[in-house]
Every structure is written in C-alpha cells, then in structure tokens.
C-alpha cells in the first residue's frame, strides 16, 4: 500500500463522516439561529436556553436521517471491505 492509496482511504472516510454528519450539524445550526433570533426580539439572555430546542431538534433530525446515514455507512463499508486484496 503506497502513500496515494492512504490518502484516498483517509479522504474517502473524511468526505463519508462530514456527508453523514451534515444534517445534524446543519439543523443545529438552523435552530441555534432561530432561537437566538427569538432571545435577541424578546431580550432573554440566558445561554442555557437554545440547548434544550437544539437537542430535540438534531434527535428528530438524527432519527430521520437515520436510514440514509446507515446506507451510506454500509455502502461505504462493503466497498472498504471489498478492497482489502486490492490494497495488501
């Protein structure tokens, strides 16, 4: 195994966890935004607040996503295990 073949696993896997992470990480970020949008008009400033609304929020995202996220997790696994003769 070369250095090229190390890079394009390490790739591979980087582009895979960011893929399946993206709509976790984007509902947060959506629901972070609202709720601060909401303490800014209301002038509530207590950080503690947008935790429980973020939470529910990436859970319900989390259980959607779920059976895409395994797809890709499956596809990208058997595809990993399928190469191994080719890169020893």
């Known amino acids: 195994m070369d ?40 002038q509530i400033q207590d950080q503690t607040i947008s935790f429980v609304p973020k939470i529910v929020a990436m859970l319900a995202a989390m259980l959607y996503a779920l059976p895409w996220a395994l797809d890709r997790i499956v596809t990208y696994s058997s595809e990993l295990i399928r190469n191994i003769p080719n890169t020893l």
């Open 3 to 42: 250095s090229s073949q190390v890079v394009e696993l390490s790739r591979n896997a980087i582009v895979v966890t960011l893929t399946v992470a993206a709509p976790i990480l984007i509902t947060a970020i959506a629901v972070g935004l609202v709720v601060s949008l909401l303490q800014a008009m209301t």
